[in-house]
Structure formats: structure tokens, C-alpha cells
């Protein structure tokens, strides 16, 4: 069985930083692609980032410039950097990893999501 576990979602004023991080366990093979998506209140869920096993990444143009997203493979976590909050911001953080666990097969995994919420 595998699992994603985001934490770092809190209350930030604009204009601070966030860390998120996202850690996978379980039975993993290889993981592919991870990405951090959010969805605000009566919003369909979006792309914010994404990085590749080769550390290629994408962004929304939404977050180009102040959030950064990296992976650490040792620990199986990916991260998202997050600057210059502005209360757009406010949304539900979800993390999701392509993995192949190690009983085959490849899949789409998410995490349970973390809140963050920019206001003064």
C-alpha cells in the first residue's frame, strides 16, 4: 500500500512564505512525476506545479516566479517553496505522485491536501 502525506499548511499573511512537503512510504517501487495541485472554494482543482524523476518542472503561470517546487529521492518527499503569498493563494494543497509499487503496475496516488489560508 502506498500513501502521500502533505503537511505545512497554515494561516500566513500576505506577502510570507510557506513550505509544503509531501512524503510517500509504503510499498513503493519508483516514482515517477510529482506535482502539488490546490483547489480554492467553489474552484475546480489546478495544476501548481510538477516535477519529474529527471528534476524537470512546470509551473502554473499563476505561481511562476515566487513558489519553486523540488524533490528529495532518499526521502521520497517533494517540496513546494512558496514566496510572496498573496491571498489568491487561499486554497487546499494536494500532492500527487505517479507511482509503480513494487507489486507492479503504475498509478496515480494523492494526498489528503493542507489547508493554507493567506489573510492579515
Known amino acids: 500500500q502506498v500513501q502521500l502525506v502533505e503537511s505545512g499548511g497554515v494561516l500566513v499573511q500576505p506577502g510570507g512564505s510557506l513550505r509544503l512537503s509531501c512524503a510517500a512510504s509504503?510499498?513503493?517501487?519508483?516514482?515517477?512525476?510529482m506535482g502539488w495541485y490546490r483547489q480554492a472554494p467553489g474552484k475546480q482543482r489546478e495544476l501548481v506545479a510538477a516535477?519529474?524523476?529527471?528534476?524537470?518542472?512546470n509551473y502554473a503561470d499563476s505561481v511562476k516566479g515566487r513558489f519553486t517546487i523540488s524533490r528529495d529521492n532518499a526521502v521520497k518527499t517533494v517540496y513546494l517553496q512558496m514566496n510572496s503569498l498573496k491571498p489568491d493563494d487561499t486554497a487546499v494543497y494536494y500532492c500527487?505522485?505517479?507511482?509503480?509499487?513494487?507489486?507492479?503496475?503504475?498509478?496515480?496516488?494523492w494526498g489528503q491536501g493542507t489547508q493554507v489560508t493567506v489573510s492579515s
Open positions: 509504503g510499498t513503493i517501487g519508483t516514482i515517477y512525476t
Open positions: 500527487k505522485a505517479i507511482i509503480r509499487p513494487t507489486t507492479g503496475g503504475l498509478y496515480e496516488y
Open positions: 516535477i519529474t524523476s529527471g528534476s524537470s518542472t
